[in-house]
């Protein structure tokens, strides 16, 4: 397993680069087909890590939706659905949010040192909750996770988590999910942020497949050489 997971990347955007619009109501920017396939990559996986902002804004359940594959994963002596964890740096996290009532599995909170005593009172018995550094510090997250059994992790954003990973050069591999329209508004979310990224001019990174999926393209990257052993 290593000192980390292998930590794989999921993610939908528009054409130029938004997750989302900056309306109330989500942006679908995958079809069904799309969809199952993000269904298989988490009944394949050890955890799934999104950040404190997605629990908030999205109130995602993340759990595996597939009948079948909930039952193959039972069979293999594993939980129906992957670990849950996100990292909050500020602690407003609520108790009713889906991520912690979705489900039977585990729910681990990774906090910033200051706020760490108030999100173990918030959340009572809701998570586990990690004290994570201050700022928090990805590779302490991932160290953690990989002593409790994780060995494969998949991070589903949202942008402010994967411009973290990506400039911290702890990510193998990158789903990359394209659809066919534009937001074309600087107020929504965008895939990454700024910042250094190991990537670039000289440093290109590796497209492993191109996969039309419906009416969406999948790019996928790898992005280290670990890059397809998990």
Same mark, same amino acid.
């Given at each position: 397993? /290593?000192?980390? *997971?292998?930590?794989?990347?999921?993610?939908?955007?528009?054409?130029?680069?938004?997750?989302?619009?900056?309306? *109330?109501?989500?942006? %679908?920017?995958?079809?069904?087909?799309?969809?199952?396939? #993000?269904?298989?990559?988490?009944?394949?996986?050890? =955890?799934?890590?999104?950040?404190?902002?997605?629990?908030?804004?999205?109130? &995602? /359940?993340?759990?595996?939706?597939? &009948?079948?594959?909930?039952?193959?994963?039972? =069979?293999? /002596?594993?939980? =129906?659905? &992957? %670990?849950?964890?996100?990292?909050?740096?500020?602690?407003? %996290? $609520? *108790?009713?949010?889906? @991520?912690?009532?979705?489900?039977?599995?585990?729910?681990?909170?990774?906090? =910033?040192? &200051?706020?760490?005593?108030?999100?173990? $009172?918030?959340?009572?018995?809701?998570?586990?909750?990690?004290?994570?550094?201050?700022?928090?510090?990805?590779? %302490?997250?991932?160290?953690?996770?990989?002593?409790?059994?994780?060995?494969?992790?998949?991070?589903? /954003?949202?942008?402010?988590?994967?411009?973290? @990973?990506?400039?911290?050069?702890?990510?193998?591999?990158?789903?990359? +999910? +394209?659809? *066919?329209?534009? #937001?074309?508004?600087?107020?929504?979310?965008?895939? +990454?942020?700024?910042?250094?990224?190991?990537?670039?001019?000289?440093?290109?990174?590796?497209?492993? $497949?191109?996969?039309?999926?419906?009416? +969406?393209?999948?790019?996928?990257?790898?992005?280290? $050489?670990?890059?397809?052993?998990?």
């Amino acid at each position: 397993m /290593g000192d980390r *997971p292998y930590v794989l990347l999921s993610c939908a955007m528009s054409i130029d680069g938004y997750l989302d619009d900056a309306t *109330p109501e989500r942006l %679908l920017l995958s079809d069904d087909t799309d969809f199952d396939r #993000v269904d298989a990559l988490r009944a394949e996986c050890d =955890a799934i890590l999104v950040g404190a902002n997605t629990v908030r804004q999205d109130d &995602p /359940g993340l759990l595996v939706r597939s &009948p079948t594959r909930r039952d193959t994963r039972i =069979a293999r /002596g594993r939980p =129906a659905s &992957p %670990l849950k964890v996100t990292v909050t740096g500020r602690g407003d %996290l $609520e *108790p009713t949010a889906r @991520f912690f009532l979705a489900g039977d599995t585990e729910k681990i909170v990774y906090c =910033a040192t &200051p706020v760490t005593g108030k999100v173990r $009172e918030r959340l009572g018995g809701a998570a586990t909750v990690v004290d994570a550094g201050q700022p928090v510090d990805l590779r %302490l997250v991932l160290a953690d996770l990989a002593r409790r059994g994780v060995g494969r992790l998949l991070v589903e /954003g949202g942008g402010t988590i994967h411009t973290q @990973f990506l400039t911290a050069g702890l990510a193998d591999e990158l789903h990359l +999910v +394209v659809a *066919p329209l534009f #937001v074309g508004d600087s107020r929504a979310p965008r895939f +990454v942020g700024d910042g250094v990224f190991p990537w670039s001019t000289g440093n290109r990174a590796t497209l492993a $497949e191109v996969r039309r999926t419906g009416d +969406v393209v999948l790019l996928r990257y790898a992005l280290s $050489e670990r890059f397809g052993a998990a």
